[in-house]
């Protein structure tokens, strides 16, 4: 995939779960971290990064709903995705003893992710930026009683002992996350037998049973809708709907589908075409 600065941005500190997926899909590349999703977003559409790295479903929070908003508006374009296992570490100041912890920080959903294993130790939840955000936090505040539950690599950053590993709440914890360009391109399948994934968003025409007959086309052609979910346009009235398929816009069945999807809509838009990962069958639980 070609680069100009042969950066890749993300949303959080060093360290964050989504550093992770940056450095682990694209070793090659610098991450750059951004304070917010917008930021990141803003990175990508002003050349400061070619690509982001954006989580945008788990298995156990659900979506990043801000994602879901963020993509139409953007006009970024899909081109890859990462499923990341996501595994909790118990972080503390060097020498602290767990009987000194009184409260545990990170973000929302990771304390939704192992709140069976604050709630069993009586420790109080607190709510940070990010993940990593809350190691750092901890290593600068240099309260004893302060713990972060981050991923293993913020430990290193910030300096921090590990007391407890992989403490959240199910083994299934799967974080999807999509590559974004500024570039609209849509990839082409590697080889015959390839696994390619399709992204779209659509607003159905206001007419009865509109949503049913726009969706007939992919049963008919046979091709699978990994996912279908609906977002409120500021009125109840309007409804826009993002969905993933299994497929190229290329393939007979898929082109069919969307030509009968797009007789039935106001509106489809493509956000991406990209190859399928291969860690999507093992994960399919994400779907």
Known sequence: MPTTTNKIAFQGEPGANSDTACRNMFPNMEP??????????SAVETGKADLAMIPIENTIA??????HHLLPESRLHIVG???LPIHFQLMVL???????????HSHIHALGQCRKYIRKNGWKPMVAGDTAGAAKLVSEVKDRTMAALA?????????????????????????????LTKN????????????????FIFRVRNVPAALYKAMGGFATN??????????????????????????????????????????????VRILGVYPASDSREEWKVAD
């Open 32 to 41: 750059l971290p951004c304070a917010t999703f917008e930021d990141a977003f």
């Open 62 to 67: 659900g979506r990043v709903a801000d994602i």
């Open 81 to 83: 995705e990462y499923f």
């Open 94 to 104: 060097p020498g602290v003893q767990r009987a000194e912890i009184k409260t545990v």
């Open 151 to 179: 991923p293993r690599l913020a430990a290193s950053l910030y300096g921090l002992d590990i007391l407890e590993e992989n403490v959240e709440d199910t083994d299934t914890n799967v974080t999807r996350f999509v590559v």
């Open 184 to 199: 609209k391109q849509w990839v082409d399948r590697p080889s015959p037998e390839a696994k390619m994934m399709t992204t």
């Open 222 to 267: 046979g091709v699978n809708m990994t996912k279908l979910e609906s977002y409120q346009l500021g009125a109840f009235t309007a409804t826009l709907f993002y969905a993933d398929i299994e497929g190229h816009p290329e393939d007979q069945g898929v082109a069919h589908a969307l030509e009968e999807l797009r007789f039935f809509s106001r509106e």
